[in-house]
């Protein structure tokens, strides 16, 4: 999945979340960790990969057993400070962004390249981007149709959901 899309993934899962247990929208500083948490595995793995460090871009952080480890972090802080919604939400953030990632594969049959999901007891091969689900007249569609029908609606989600967060970040940014 394409790394912008994976935030909007993470709010999507949270926000039903939150409606399911509270029947209200997501509250601002929960949503931010959500959007944070559902972006970590990537900004730890890629540039690991870049600076040749890992063999691919997907591997400690996309990693069942590097979850365990940031979310258990987490949530064991959160709940010192007496913040579990905000452990909640880096936990539905983070696996957010590891159950994004599979689908695609499944879906193109690349069922070898979900060895991120227990590495490194199981290989990483290395990705092998876009995916084909099939074609309609002639047009092929690809996985990047599917992100894209997803981030459009996790905006707008967002959107009516009267885009929390962003007050929050705009008070601390300008001291308003």
Same mark, same amino acid.
């Given at each position: 999945?394409?790394?912008?899309?994976?935030?909007?993934?993470?709010?999507?899962?949270?926000?039903?979340?939150?409606?399911?247990?509270?029947?209200?929208?997501?509250?601002? #500083?929960?949503?931010?960790?959500?959007?944070?948490?559902?972006?970590?595995?990537?900004?730890?793995?890629?540039?690991?990969?870049?600076?040749?460090?890992?063999?691919?871009?997907?591997?400690?952080?996309?990693?069942?057993?590097?979850?365990?480890?940031?979310?258990?972090?987490?949530?064991?802080?959160?709940?010192?400070?007496?913040?579990?919604?905000?452990?909640?939400?880096?936990?539905?953030?983070?696996?957010?962004?590891?159950?994004?990632?599979?689908?695609?594969?499944?879906?193109?049959?690349?069922?070898? #390249?979900?060895?991120?999901?227990?590495?490194?007891?199981?290989?990483?091969?290395?990705?092998?981007?876009?995916?084909?689900?099939?074609?309609?007249?002639?047009?092929?569609?690809?996985?990047?149709?599917? #992100?894209?029908?997803?981030?459009?609606?996790?905006?707008?989600?967002?959107?009516?959901?009267?885009?929390?967060?962003?007050?929050?970040?705009?008070?601390?940014?300008?001291?308003?």
């Amino acid at each position: 999945m394409q790394p912008i899309v994976h935030p909007v993934v993470g709010y999507i899962c949270y926000a039903l979340y939150t409606r399911a247990n509270s029947g209200k929208t997501p509250d601002a #500083e929960p949503t931010l960790v959500v959007l944070f948490a559902a972006t970590l595995p990537d900004l730890i793995d890629q540039p690991l990969w870049w600076l040749d460090i890992t063999p691919v871009g997907r591997t400690f952080a996309h990693s069942l057993f590097g979850a365990a480890l940031f979310i258990g972090i987490v949530v064991f802080l959160a709940r010192r400070y007496d913040r579990r919604d905000l452990g909640i939400a880096f936990a539905i953030g983070y696996l957010s962004h590891l159950a994004a990632d599979i689908p695609w594969h499944v879906l193109a049959g690349d069922y070898h #390249e979900l060895g991120f999901l227990l590495w490194p007891v199981t290989e990483m091969p290395a990705y092998s981007g876009v995916k084909l689900v099939g074609s309609v007249g002639g047009v092929e569609i690809t996985t990047l149709w599917f #992100e894209a029908a997803i981030f459009v609606c996790g905006v707008v989600l967002w959107w009516v959901d009267g885009r929390p967060g962003l007050d929050w970040l705009r008070q601390r940014l300008t001291g308003r």
